[in-house]
């Protein structure tokens, strides 16, 4: 099993619904991360927790809000998509010691708006 | 600006054969450079971490050099594999996993 899983994998939604990408974790990690990917740009950061109470806004928070349910499940919702969020999203964990600390991604989540 | 560029932007290199990815940043402060290896359709998987004292770290084929000087590293890979097709990103971390940067890869094809 992966230590970080992502669901769905796949996933089209129309313009204006609301959506959720979820994200769980087995590392028993307290840092989790939400990316974006998009062609021909590196990964840029949407929103960050470093505890389950914690809640951290990145470089591209627009459009875009978390949940953190558990210290193992971090969500991503679009409230009301739009098409330039079509993007692969990637959630991510990290350990909490030092900044060399290894980061483990999940397998991604495709998502399309039309 | 905190950036990361890569090049070249993609490469086709035949199976057995070594190749350099080049990295170039400006990140203030720098704490360390990554490489991952992205597999399509996957998340990317971390290959080596330098610090500014390292200057050069190996993970079985690939080795990766820093030049903390020049802000430059590279990545070599020995003897290339088919399996070795992949996106390659290079990240520097201004600080902490809150403060990645992530370059725009380099795609790496190994043909037979």
């Known amino acids: 099993d992966a230590d970080v899983t992502q669901t769905p994998r796949n996933r089209i939604t129309k313009t204006g619904k609301r959506i959720m990408l979820e994200c769980s974790q087995t590392k028993g990690h307290d840092r989790m991360y939400w990316y974006r990917q998009d062609p021909g740009l590196g990964l840029r950061l949407i929103y960050y927790?470093?505890?389950?109470?914690?809640?951290n806004k990145g470089e591209i928070s627009d459009g875009y809000s978390v949940s953190r349910q558990a210290q193992a499940k971090f969500s991503l919702s679009l409230e009301s998509a739009i098409p330039n969020q079509t993007a692969l999203y990637f959630c991510?964990?990290?350990?909490?010691?030092?900044?060399?600390?290894?980061?483990?991604f999940g397998q991604g989540t495709r998502l399309t708006v039309v | 600006k905190n950036q990361v560029e890569q090049s070249p932007q993609s490469l086709i290199i035949l199976e057995g054969k070594n190749c350099t990815l080049q990295?170039?940043?400006?990140?203030?402060?720098?704490?360390?450079l990554r490489w991952y290896k992205q597999d399509t359709g996957r998340g990317p998987v971390s290959l080596t971490i330098m610090t500014f004292s390292e200057n050069t770290k190996s993970n079985g084929r690939y080795t990766a050099t820093l030049d903390a000087d020049t802000k430059q590293s590279s990545l070599h890979i020995t003897a290339s594999q088919l399996s070795d097709s992949a996106s390659y990103i290079c990240v520097v971390s201004a600080g902490g996993y809150n403060k990645l940067i992530f370059g725009a890869g380099t795609r790496l094809a190994v043909h037979p």
């Open positions: 991510a964990t990290s350990g909490e010691t030092g900044s060399s600390t290894e980061a483990f």
């Open positions: 990295c170039n940043y400006t990140v203030s402060p720098f704490s360390n």
């Open positions: 927790s470093f505890d389950v109470k914690d809640i």
